[in-house]
C-alpha cells in the first residue's frame, strides 16, 4: 500500500497532516493545535464526511476544542483530533492510521470518538503505541463523575452549598453517561427527569427516573438544572422557546458543542441562564484516557488521582463563573481566557 503523507499549513495549527492511500480509499486529517503542555491527545473520529473541506473543518474545531479542554483540565497534554473518512474498510484502516501515527512519532496521541470504538483502540495498538489504554470501565464513568461534580461546583457557588438535594434535574439522553449521571444526582438527592427516545422509555422508568418524550411534558414548574447529554446542538430556538414558558436556573451537560450558534448563549445570557461550557464540565473522559496513558493503564475515575482531577472540575467551573460575575461576561469568554493562561 502506497500511503502518502502530505503537511498542510494551517494558521494556529501546529501541525495539520494529510494521509491517503487511493487504493483502499484511506483519507485521514490530523490537526495537532497546540503541544505546549504535552503531547496533543484527543479522539479518532471515523466518519462519512461528504468533502475533504467538510473533514478539515470539523478536525480543526474538535482539534483546537481538545487544547482549551487539556488545559482547563490541568493536564499534561496538548490538543489534537483525528478524523478518517469511513469509506475504507476497518481493516484496512488499523494499519493505515497506525503508520500515520507512527509517522507523527508521538507528537499525537489518538483516543477514540465517533465511529472507533474500544475493540477499534485495541486493533490499532497491534500498528502503533501511540494509541490510548482501553482497559479499565469505559471512559462514560468518568464523564459522568466530572460532570455532576461541575453541578455540585454550581451549587457551591450559587447557593454557597454543594448540596444538590431536592434540585430538580431535566436530563436529555439517557446513555452510557446521561444515564449514570442521572443516577449520581438521585443518589445525591435530587429529583430528575428524562428526556429520551420512546424505545428508551421502559429502561428509563425500570431505573426509577421519570420518562419525558418532549421538554414541555416535565413536571416541573422550575428547573435547576438542564443537563444536555445527547447529541450538540440542543441549545437552539426550540430549546429558548422552552425556557421561555419554565423558569431554568442553569445549564450542565455532558454533550459536546451543545450550542447551536454563539447568538444561543447570548440569549441565554440576556435570560439569566448559566451556561456552563461543555469542555470544561465533560472533560473527565480525556482525564481519565490521560491517566491511563501517563500513569496507569487501568485506572478508574475513584482511584486518588483520578477523582482529584475529576473533583477538580467543579474548582474550575466555579473560578469561570466567578470571572463571569466579576467581568459581567459570557462564561465561554471566561472560560477561553483561563484556558489559554495555561497553553500560551
Do not use: W
Not at 76 to 98: C, H, P, Q
Not at 112 to 123: A, K, P, S, W
Amino acid at each position: 500500500m502506497n500511503l502518502k503523507f502530505t503537511d498542510v499549513k494551517q494558521e494556529g495549527y501546529e501541525r495539520v497532516l494529510l494521509a491517503e492511500e487511493s487504493v483502499s480509499g484511506f483519507y485521514s486529517i490530523i490537526a495537532i493545535h497546540n503541544t505546549k503542555r504535552g503531547p496533543a491527545l484527543g479522539g479518532c473520529r471515523f466518519f462519512d464526511y461528504q468533502g475533504e473541506d467538510d473533514q478539515k473543518k470539523d478536525v480543526l474545531k474538535l482539534s483546537k476544542a481538545m487544547t482549551y479542554k487539556n488545559s482547563l483540565a490541568d493536564l499534561d497534554f496538548g490538543g489534537g483530533k483525528a478524523t478518517i473518512n469511513s469509506r475504507v474498510s476497518k481493516n484496512k484502516m488499523y494499519e493505515l492510521y497506525g503508520k500515520t501515527l507512527d509517522h507523527l512519532d508521538g507528537s499525537y496521541i489518538t483516543a477514540g470518538d465517533i465511529g472507533i470504538v474500544d475493540q477499534d483502540l485495541v486493533e490499532l495498538k497491534k500498528y502503533s503505541n501511540y494509541v490510548c489504554s482501553t482497559k479499565g470501565t469505559d471512559s462514560g464513568q468518568s464523564t459522568a463523575y466530572g460532570v455532576f461534580n461541575a453541578i455540585l461546583g454550581y451549587n457551591e457557588f450559587k447557593y454557597d452549598s454543594s448540596s444538590i438535594e431536592n434540585k430538580k434535574i431535566v436530563l436529555k439522553g439517557f446513555g452510557k453517561v446521561g444515564s449514570r449521571l442521572a443516577h449520581f444526582c438521585k443518589e445525591a438527592g435530587a429529583d430528575v427527569e428524562v428526556v429520551d427516545f420512546e424505545t428508551n422509555k421502559s429502561l428509563i422508568e425500570s431505573e426509577g427516573f421519570k420518562f419525558i418524550s418532549k421538554y414541555q411534558d416535565t413536571s416541573f414548574n422550575n428547573i435547576d438544572i438542564f443537563s444536555p447529554c445527547a447529541t450538540g446542538g440542543d441549545l437552539n430556538r426550540e430549546f429558548i422557546e422552552f425556557a421561555n414558558s419554565v423558569k431554568i436556573d442553569c445549564v450542565i451537560g455532558a454533550a459536546n458543542n451543545q450550542l447551536e450558534n454563539n447568538i444561543i448563549e447570548k440569549i441565554l445570557f440576556d435570560m439569566g441562564i448559566t451556561f456552563c461550557p461543555d469542555y470544561c464540565v465533560n472533560a473527565g473522559g480525556v482525564i481519565i484516557l490521560a491517566l491511563r496513558s501517563s500513569i496507569k493503564e487501568d485506572m478508574e475515575y475513584l482511584d486518588t488521582e483520578a477523582k482529584n482531577k475529576l473533583i477538580g472540575i467543579k474548582d474550575q467551573l466555579i473560578k469561570i463563573l466567578n470571572l463571569s460575575k466579576e467581568k459581567n461576561q459570557l462564561t465561554t469568554i471566561s472560560s477561553n481566557e483561563l484556558a489559554e493562561a495555561g497553553f500560551q
